[in-house]
């Protein structure tokens, strides 16, 4: 059994309700999942293991994310990490907004210097009935970019649930196979000098 932060950045509530998915998972599996949102970014010590989901939104995930996990880079190295970055883009059947998801994921670690073991990304949902008129107004122009037909006068969920069962099960793998000498040098870590 591992301890396992799960941290979450969500403006509309999707990628909580992934995080909350990943973490049924994980206690499935029989480890101990506490969830936590990033703002203000949760203490990290004691955990065996961290996931960070957390959403686009024009084109960025949020800049105090990026800050907060470059400032933890080198704790996290010592420990197995995963990152599932949710977007639109995921959801769309065009290469090039395929490869759109990849680059808003690609974009956090460069920007972070992180090196998460495992990198995903999964489709969000759109949800016209949280927005305001200038965010739907905004999400209509990303989705026509995007070449994704929408309807503005109903919510929908693109998220593939058997991807996000996945991503927890290949985490619980990667925690099974972490040899134990890196997980002694994050006991070291924790403990300080
Ligand atoms: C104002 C706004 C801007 C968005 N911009 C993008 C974007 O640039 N690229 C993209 O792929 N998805 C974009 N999305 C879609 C979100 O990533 C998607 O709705 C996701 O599920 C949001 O996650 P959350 O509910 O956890 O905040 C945008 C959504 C909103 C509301």
Known sequence: MAR?????????????????RLADGLRHDRH???????????PVA?????????????????AALVRAVRAHAI???HLPTAFLSVCLSAACSRPEQRAEADRYLHDFIDRTG?????AASAAGALTFSR?????????????RLKGL????????????????RRFAEAFSALLAATPARRLAARSAAD???
Request: proline share 11%; glycine share 8%; no cysteine.
């Open 32 to 42: 101990e999942v506490r969830l936590e949102p990033a703002t203000p970014f949760p």
């Open 114 to 118: 992180w090196r998460p073991d495992l």
């Open 75 to 77: 704790v996290f190295r």
């Open 4 to 20: 396992i932060l799960i941290v979450v950045a969500s403006q509309d509530g999707q990628t909580r309700r992934i995080a909350e």
């Open 149 to 164: 037909p929408i309807d503005p006068r109903s919510d929908r969920e693109y998220t593939d649930w058997n991807d996000v």
């Open 191 to 193: 403990r300080g000098p």
């Open 46 to 62: 004691g955990a065996d293991g961290i996931i960070i989901a957390a959403s686009v939104h024009l084109g960025r995930h949020p």
């Open 131 to 143: 927005y305001g008129p200038l965010r739907a107004s905004l999400v209509r122009a990303v989705a």
